[in-house]
C-alpha cells in the first residue's frame, strides 16, 4: 500500500513537472515565433546590420586566413584544435594563422575527445543546453562571442553562466575583446556632410514634415522604446514610417521595396531635425547603428539605450540623452524649444560642422581596435577572436614548455551585463500592445534561474539531457 502510494505521487511529481516544463515551452515558443516575425519584417527598413556583410564575407570563403583547408589528420599535436561549437563559420577544417601561432579550427564536434582539442567556441545567439561539451576537461578553455541584441539568448546575461567562460568578445567594454564600436566604420563616415540639410532648408521642410521622425519596424522590445514614444506623439508631432506606431508612407518610389535603396532613404532622414534613436535593450556599451547613423547624417539624435553612452558620443553636444525617469512631456518641451531656437539646435551640430570629434576615447577605441567593419584592409572581428583565443591557447603551450604555472583567463559579471528589462506605466491602449510586451520582464527572471541550474550542471560535469536540465530549473 505504501510503496504503491510513494510510486502514485512520484507519477504525480513528475506529471507536474512535465506540465510546467510545457507551460514553460510554450512561452518560449511563443517568444520565439515572435522574434521570427521581427527578423523577417526588418529587413523591409534599410539594413540593419551594416557589420554583416563583413563576415559573412569572409565566412563564405575568400577570407584572409582561409590559406590552408585541410582535415586534422597531420602529426598528431603539431597544432592545437579550437572547435567551434556552434557552427558559425561553417569551416570543416582550416589551419588558421595567428602571428606566428597557427591552430587548427573546425565546427566538427567529433573531435570533442581528441587530445589536440584545446578550447570551445561559441556564438552567444546560438548557446545551446541541448549539448555542451561536458565533461570539461582541466585544459579546456571555453570563449563566448555574442555581438548581437541582449534580447536574444538572456541566460548568458547573468553572472552563473557568464563566468563559465574563459574568454569573451561582446558588445561590453570590459570583455576580453570588446565590440562596443561594431557599429561605427570609421570616424570619416562620422564627420562626413555627404547627406547634411542645412538648417535653413530643414526649417522649411518643416512646413510638411514633422520636427522629429521614427522608423522602427521590431515593435515593443525589452527597452519597451514603443510605449515611450507613443507618450511622446501626444506631445510633439513624430513621423513615423516603420511598422510601429506608422502614421507615414515613404514616398510611392520607395515604399515596399525590400531592397530599399540606402541613399535614397537616408536622404529622407537627413532633412529632419531629430530622430529617434531608441535601442531594442538597455544595458551598458549596448551600441547600434540607431546611433551612428542620425549622427552621420547630420541629425540629431534623441538617444534611449545604453545609459553610458556619454562615454561614446562624438562630443559632449551631439546628442539629446532621453532620461526615462521623466515624462516624455518634458523632452517634448525641450525638443519644441529647440526647433523653435535656431542657436540652440545648432549647438548639437557643431562637432559636425567643424568635422570634429572631441571626445578622444572614441578616437582611440576607432584608431585601437583590432578589427575593421566593412573594410577590406583590416580583418574581421571573428577572425580575430578566433586568433585571440589562439595566442591564449598556445601563450599555455609555451608556459608549460618551459615549467611555468599555465595562466588563467575567466570572464567576469559584466563582460555581458544587463538590468531587468523596465517596463512604462504610461495609460495606454492595452489593444494597442502585443502580447510580447509583457513578457520581457518574466523571460529575463525566468532566464535567471536557468542561469543558475546551468551553471549546476556545469559544476557537476557530466553531460546532461535536456528533461534534466528542466528538472534543476524547476527544483531551483
Ligand atoms: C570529423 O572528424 C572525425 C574525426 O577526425 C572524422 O572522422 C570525420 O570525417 C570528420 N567529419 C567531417 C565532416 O569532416
Ligand atoms: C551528451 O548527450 C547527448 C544525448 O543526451 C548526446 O547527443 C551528446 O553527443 C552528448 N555529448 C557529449 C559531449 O558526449
Ligand atoms: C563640452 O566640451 C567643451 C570642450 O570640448 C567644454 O568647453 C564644455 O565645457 C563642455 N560642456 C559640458 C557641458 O561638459
Ligand atoms: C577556464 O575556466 C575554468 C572555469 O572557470 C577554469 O577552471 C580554468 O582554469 C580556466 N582555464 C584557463 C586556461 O584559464
Ligand atoms: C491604438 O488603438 C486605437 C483604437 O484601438 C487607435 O485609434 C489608435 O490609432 C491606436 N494607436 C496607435 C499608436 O497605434
Same mark, same amino acid.
Given at each position: 500500500?505504501?510503496?504503491?502510494?510513494?510510486?502514485?505521487?512520484?507519477?504525480?511529481?513528475?506529471?507536474?513537472?512535465?506540465?510546467?516544463?510545457?507551460?514553460?515551452?510554450?512561452?518560449?515558443?511563443?517568444?520565439?515565433?515572435?522574434?521570427?516575425?521581427?527578423?523577417?519584417?526588418?529587413?523591409?527598413?534599410?539594413?540593419?546590420?551594416?557589420?554583416?556583410?563583413?563576415?559573412?564575407?569572409?565566412?563564405?570563403?575568400?577570407?584572409?586566413?582561409?590559406?590552408?583547408?585541410?582535415?586534422?589528420?597531420?602529426?598528431?599535436?603539431?597544432?592545437?584544435?579550437?572547435?567551434?561549437?556552434?557552427?558559425?563559420?561553417?569551416?570543416?577544417?582550416?589551419?588558421?594563422?595567428?602571428?606566428?601561432?597557427?591552430?587548427?579550427?573546425?565546427?566538427?564536434?567529433?573531435?570533442?575527445?581528441?587530445?589536440?582539442?584545446?578550447?570551445?567556441?561559441?556564438?552567444?545567439?546560438?548557446?545551446?543546453?541541448?549539448?555542451?561539451?561536458?565533461?570539461?576537461?582541466?585544459?579546456?578553455?571555453?570563449?563566448?562571442?555574442?555581438?548581437?541584441?541582449?534580447?536574444?539568448?538572456?541566460?548568458?546575461?547573468?553572472?552563473?553562466?557568464?563566468?563559465?567562460?574563459?574568454?569573451?568578445?561582446?558588445?561590453?567594454?570590459?570583455?576580453?575583446?570588446?565590440?562596443?564600436?561594431?557599429?561605427?566604420?570609421?570616424?570619416?563616415?562620422?564627420?562626413?556632410?555627404?547627406?547634411?540639410?542645412?538648417?535653413?532648408?530643414?526649417?522649411?521642410?518643416?512646413?510638411?514634415?514633422?520636427?522629429?521622425?521614427?522608423?522602427?519596424?521590431?515593435?515593443?522590445?525589452?527597452?519597451?522604446?514603443?510605449?515611450?514614444?507613443?507618450?511622446?506623439?501626444?506631445?510633439?508631432?513624430?513621423?513615423?514610417?516603420?511598422?510601429?506606431?506608422?502614421?507615414?508612407?515613404?514616398?510611392?518610389?520607395?515604399?515596399?521595396?525590400?531592397?530599399?535603396?540606402?541613399?535614397?532613404?537616408?536622404?529622407?532622414?537627413?532633412?529632419?531635425?531629430?530622430?529617434?534613436?531608441?535601442?531594442?535593450? !538597455?544595458?551598458? =556599451?549596448?551600441?547600434? $547603428? /540607431? %546611433?551612428?547613423?542620425? +549622427? @552621420?547624417?547630420?541629425?540629431?539624435?534623441?538617444?534611449?539605450?545604453?545609459?553610458?553612452?556619454?562615454?561614446?558620443?562624438?562630443?559632449?553636444?551631439?546628442?539629446?540623452? !532621453?532620461?526615462? =525617469?521623466?515624462?516624455? $512631456? /518634458? %523632452?517634448?518641451?525641450? +525638443? @519644441?524649444?529647440?526647433?523653435?531656437?535656431?542657436?540652440?539646435?545648432?549647438?548639437?551640430?557643431?562637432?559636425?560642422?567643424?568635422?570634429?570629434?572631441?571626445?578622444?576615447?572614441?578616437?582611440?577605441?576607432?584608431?585601437?581596435?583590432?578589427?575593421?567593419?566593412?573594410?577590406?584592409?583590416?580583418?574581421?572581428?571573428?577572425?580575430?577572436?578566433?586568433?585571440?583565443?589562439?595566442?591564449?591557447?598556445?601563450?599555455?603551450?609555451?608556459?608549460?614548455?618551459?615549467?611555468?604555472?599555465?595562466?588563467?583567463?575567466?570572464?567576469?559579471?559584466?563582460?555581458?551585463?544587463?538590468?531587468?528589462?523596465?517596463?512604462?506605466?504610461?495609460?495606454?491602449?492595452?489593444?494597442?500592445?502585443?502580447?510580447?510586451?509583457?513578457?520581457?520582464?518574466?523571460?529575463?527572471?525566468?532566464?535567471?534561474?536557468?542561469?543558475?541550474?546551468?551553471?549546476?550542471?556545469?559544476?557537476?560535469?557530466?553531460?546532461?539531457?535536456?528533461?534534466?536540465?528542466?528538472?534543476?530549473?524547476?527544483?531551483?
Amino acid at each position: 500500500m505504501a510503496r504503491l502510494s510513494i510510486v502514485s505521487l512520484r507519477k504525480l511529481f513528475v506529471f507536474f513537472l512535465c506540465l510546467s516544463a510545457v507551460l514553460f515551452l510554450l512561452i518560449t515558443l511563443q517568444v520565439v515565433v515572435e522574434l521570427g516575425q521581427f527578423e523577417r519584417t526588418v529587413h523591409i527598413l534599410p539594413p540593419r546590420d551594416l557589420h554583416e556583410s563583413g563576415w559573412r564575407h569572409r565566412l563564405h570563403g575568400g577570407g584572409l586566413l582561409a590559406s590552408e583547408r585541410t582535415s586534422p589528420g597531420g602529426p598528431e599535436g603539431q597544432y592545437p584544435y579550437i572547435v567551434w561549437w556552434s557552427p558559425l563559420t561553417g569551416e570543416i577544417g582550416r589551419l588558421g594563422e595567428c602571428g606566428t601561432n597557427k591552430c587548427f579550427f573546425t565546427i566538427n564536434r567529433t573531435l570533442y575527445s581528441h587530445p589536440s582539442t584545446q578550447a570551445f567556441l561559441f556564438y552567444g545567439t546560438d548557446f545551446n543546453i541541448e549539448s555542451l561539451p561536458l565533461p570539461r576537461r582541466a585544459h579546456h578553455q571555453w570563449a563566448l562571442f555574442h555581438e548581437e541584441s541582449p534580447k536574444n539568448n538572456y541566460k548568458l546575461f547573468h553572472e552563473p553562466v557568464i563566468t563559465l567562460f574563459n574568454h569573451t568578445a561582446t558588445f561590453s567594454q570590459h570583455s576580453h575583446l570588446p565590440l562596443t564600436s561594431q557599429y561605427l566604420e570609421n570616424l570619416e563616415v562620422l564627420t562626413s556632410q555627404t547627406y547634411l540639410v542645412p538648417l535653413n532648408q530643414k526649417n522649411k521642410l518643416r512646413k510638411t514634415l514633422a520636427p522629429v521622425v521614427y522608423v522602427q519596424s521590431d515593435c515593443d522590445p525589452p527597452s519597451d522604446r514603443d510605449a515611450y514614444v507613443s507618450e511622446l506623439m501626444k506631445h510633439i508631432k513624430v513621423d513615423s514610417y516603420g511598422q510601429c506606431l506608422h502614421n507615414k508612407d515613404l514616398p510611392s518610389h520607395l515604399r515596399d521595396s525590400i531592397a530599399m535603396e540606402e541613399q535614397a532613404f537616408y536622404q529622407i532622414l537627413a532633412q529632419y531635425k531629430f530622430i529617434l534613436a531608441f535601442e531594442n535593450a !538597455v544595458c551598458d =556599451d549596448y551600441i547600434t $547603428e /540607431k %546611433l551612428w547613423r542620425p +549622427l @552621420k547624417l547630420g541629425v540629431v539624435p534623441v538617444y534611449y539605450g545604453a545609459p553610458n553612452v556619454r562615454q561614446w558620443l562624438p562630443s559632449n553636444s551631439s546628442a539629446v540623452v !532621453v532620461v526615462p =525617469d521623466e515624462p516624455p $512631456e /518634458k %523632452l517634448a518641451l525641450y +525638443l @519644441k524649444r529647440l526647433d523653435e531656437d535656431d542657436g540652440e539646435y545648432a549647438t548639437y551640430l557643431e562637432w559636425k560642422l567643424k568635422r570634429e570629434v572631441s571626445n578622444l576615447e572614441l578616437v582611440k577605441e576607432l584608431k585601437e581596435r583590432p578589427w575593421g567593419v566593412q573594410d577590406p584592409t583590416q580583418e574581421n572581428y571573428i577572425d580575430v577572436f578566433e586568433c585571440m583565443v589562439c595566442s591564449r591557447v598556445w601563450e599555455n603551450i609555451d608556459r608549460q614548455k618551459k615549467g611555468l604555472v599555465p595562466k588563467t583567463w575567466q570572464a567576469e559579471g559584466n563582460h555581458l551585463k544587463c538590468p531587468l528589462p523596465r517596463v512604462f506605466d504610461f495609460a495606454s491602449d492595452p489593444r494597442n500592445r502585443t502580447s510580447l510586451r509583457g513578457i520581457w520582464r518574466a523571460s529575463y527572471e525566468q532566464s535567471k534561474k536557468e542561469a543558475r541550474a546551468l551553471r549546476h550542471l556545469a559544476e557537476r560535469n557530466k553531460n546532461f539531457t535536456v528533461a534534466q536540465y528542466w528538472k534543476e530549473v524547476f527544483t531551483d
